[in-house]
């Protein structure tokens, strides 16, 4: 039974409510569950047991490349492929390439944190068996969803929906894969 | 541990004893309403049939955006001599109309990004169409300098403003502050696109399934690949929670040197007038000063027509005013500052180019600048002012013309009054200028409006992220313990 599905998704109807339930699955010991709300709710993160995100990993790794890129750049144009001199100055030096040093880290970085975003989100993701369930629209407007996997070690689909009735759902449903 | 303690927690024993008086917290979105209630009106416009005034409008912006088509293709086929420039005044109108739109961008992204770091809720309603304005208004900036370069093909190979090598394999200067600027503003268009789309997902998400369950396949797909298969995930939230504070983080000191690099197109040269150290701060401020007056220029009728005045409140009005009263004064302040600096400097030149600007030939530029600069903030003092609608609407108009002329004083009075007599000039601009200046109002124009009727006009998850209902600890905290 458990094998034909992909997961339990029961309803919530207020941010509170799904705060508490989700403080309830992570204390019974899951670990491939989540939560589907319109908007980013205020720690729930932590309800969750989500821990810090690693977006600023990818972020500082694109920050130092565009750093890196700026100013090797305009060493190797001005003082390795073509040193010429202009106004008598350096052919290079940090001072005058910083400007340029200093925007290519702030592009880098964009592009690094949203390569980031994307990759450990594992995005695009255009099939999903949340996306199939009718209920996605609500969840993206104004209800909350908690959604159990069936893979998850712990799952058992009677001892999951009793979970999410105790925890105060006020439906559950079960989600084709 | 933190899940139990908004539960068990009780106040301090201190708080009974001062009993604090709870400050009222401005309410964001009024009358009450439901999360459904947001996403039904800021969809319903996209999802309702095109209005008739939208029609209208869009064909007068195609009409006037054909002025700067023409303006260019003119200019490319015949030469630059086609605009006003000549001795000494070689930078005119072109680059008065890129500082002025890329000032007008930099609103936009003080929305989003530092009202952001400085968690000022009332930046969600109007951030989205400030964003949009913001992009909007660096293509219209990027016109400019590419075309001012005339043969603009040259712009990019051989490289005149991008690092490609010429012909004799030269690169571009990267000592010089133009070059500076090619990469701040090409930087600064990519973050915000970037930026914006961003926070788009989400509510590209809802408009994909909205548009699924009414069969519109077509749309629905359109909306859903740019969606990127958003399914409001907590574990998703979380990484793009981090994702776009880092992105304003990394916007703010972007949107500060964007305007710093611009002012140094001109600090850094010798011209009396331009060679002054308090440009940076100046021209930040100034574009700040501009871009809430074109925020505001749009988005009141927007709230008009649409029947927002529940997501933009008063009280997001007087916020914006307040900006545009504060830099608006830092503004005059810095016109103050330069006339003390060029007497207090004893250098002649630089004094002269200042009597010059208030009573020189272009003293009418100046007076119609200090006039919408300087005492046209001042109104927002008042807040009966601050509760006329219509009376903002024409006083951010002001401060709109009056940033024009700002950069148009600066820009031209020094230069066409240098250090040697025998090379003074006055300039005007030609025709082909004017109507390819004023043709980038409807290349403005016809960006936004495709953008309202195609794409949300203000974030729905991040509006319902900051009505009351979406404390997950409401009735908990407060001052009823």
Not at chain 2, 193 to 220: C, E, H, M, Q
Not at chain 2, 226 to 242: I, L
Not at chain 2, 307 to 321: F, G, K, N, S, V
Request: neutral net charge; glycine residues 8%; aromatic residues 18%.
């Amino acid at each position: 039974m458990a094998d034909s599905i992909y997961g339990l998704m029961a309803r919530f109807d207020s941010a509170s409510e799904i705060f508490h339930a989700a403080e309830k699955v992570r204390d019974a010991g899951f670990k491939n569950w989540d939560c589907i709300t319109p908007f980013p709710i205020h720690g729930l993160d932590g309800a969750m047991g989500v821990r810090r995100s690693h977006v600023p990993k990818f972020s500082l790794i694109g920050g130092l490349t565009g750093f890196t890129t700026g100013m090797s750049m305009i060493w190797f144009t001005g003082a390795f492929d073509y040193p010429l001199i202009v106004g008598g100055k350096p052919y290079f030096s940090p001072l005058f390439a910083f400007p340029i040093a200093y925007e290519l880290t702030i592009l880098f970085t964009a592009f690094a944190t949203i390569a980031g975003m994307f990759i450990l989100n594992w995005l695009p993701q255009h099939y999903h068996p949340v996306l199939k369930s009718d209920q996605i629209t609500r969840g993206l407007d104004d209800t909350f969803y908690v959604v159990i996997e069936a893979r998850d070690p712990k799952f058992d689909l009677a001892r999951a929906k009793a979970l999410l009735t105790q925890a105060g759902a006020k439906e559950i449903s079960e989600l084709e894969a | 541990m933190a899940h139990s303690a908004h539960t068990e927690h009780a106040a301090p024993a201190i708080l009974a004893e001062v009993n604090p008086t709870p400050l009222p917290r401005a309410i964001l979105v009024e009358n009450n309403r439901s999360f459904n209630w947001v996403t039904e009106k800021i969809c319903g416009i996209i999802e309702g049939p095109t209005p008739r005034w939208w029609w209208i409008s869009f064909a007068v912006s195609c009409f006037i955006a054909s002025f700067t088509v023409f303006g260019i293709v003119y200019l490319v086929s015949t030469g630059v001599g086609v605009w006003g420039h000549a001795n000494p005044v070689n930078w005119a109108w072109d680059i008065v109309n890129f500082v002025f739109w890329i000032g007008i961008g930099h609103a936009g992204t003080l929305i989003s990004a530092i009202l952001c770091l400085l968690r000022q809720k009332w930046r969600t309603s109007i951030n989205r169409a400030a964003e949009a304005m913001t992009i909007f208004a660096v293509v219209c900036a990027g016109i400019f300098p590419v075309f001012h370069v005339g043969r603009v093909w040259f712009a990019v190979w051989p490289g005149y403003l991008f690092p490609v090598p010429n012909a004799n394999a030269i690169w571009p200067n990267f000592r010089s502050p133009l070059e500076w600027d090619v990469f701040a503003v090409s930087t600064y268009g990519t973050v915000s696109v970037l930026f914006w789309y961003i926070g788009l997902i989400p509510d590209l998400a809802v408009l994909r399934d909205r548009f699924f369950k009414t069969g519109n396949k077509v749309k629905s797909a359109l909306y859903g690949f740019f969606a990127m298969g958003w399914r409001g995930s907590n574990r998703h939230w979380s990484n793009y929670e981090m994702a776009y504070l880092i992105l304003a983080g990394i916007s703010t000191p972007l949107v500060l040197s964007v305007h710093t690099i611009v002012s140094f197109d001109f600090a850094v040269s010798l011209i009396p007038g331009w060679h002054t150290t308090i440009f940076p701060p100046y021209f930040v401020a100034g574009a700040i000063f501009s871009g809430f007056g074109m925020v505001l220029t749009l988005m009141l009728p927007l709230r008009a027509i649409f029947r927002l005045e529940d997501l933009i409140t008063q009280y997001h009005i007087d916020c914006m005013c307040k900006i545009i009263l504060a830099t608006g004064t830092i503004v005059g302040y810095a016109y103050g500052i330069e006339f003390f600096i060029a007497w207090y400097g004893s250098n002649p030149y630089e004094g002269f180019a200042f009597i010059n600007r208030a009573f020189g030939h272009y003293a009418w530029a100046y007076w119609i600048m200090i006039t919408c600069n300087v005492i046209t903030p001042q109104f927002f003092w008042f807040k009966k002012v601050r509760e006329n609608i219509v009376l903002v609407w024409i006083l951010s108009i002001f401060v709109n013309v009056g940033m024009w002329f700002e950069r148009f004083v600066i820009i031209v009075t020094s230069l066409a009054r240098d250090f040697l007599p025998s090379s003074w000039g006055y300039y005007s601009p030609s025709a082909v200028e004017i109507f390819t200046f004023f043709g980038t109002f409807g290349v403005f124009g016809v960006l936004f409006l495709l953008f309202i009727r195609f794409l949300p006009i203000m974030p729905m998850a991040e509006i319902k992220a900051v009505m009351p209902q979406a404390d997950p600890h409401a009735g908990h905290g407060d001052s009823k313990h």
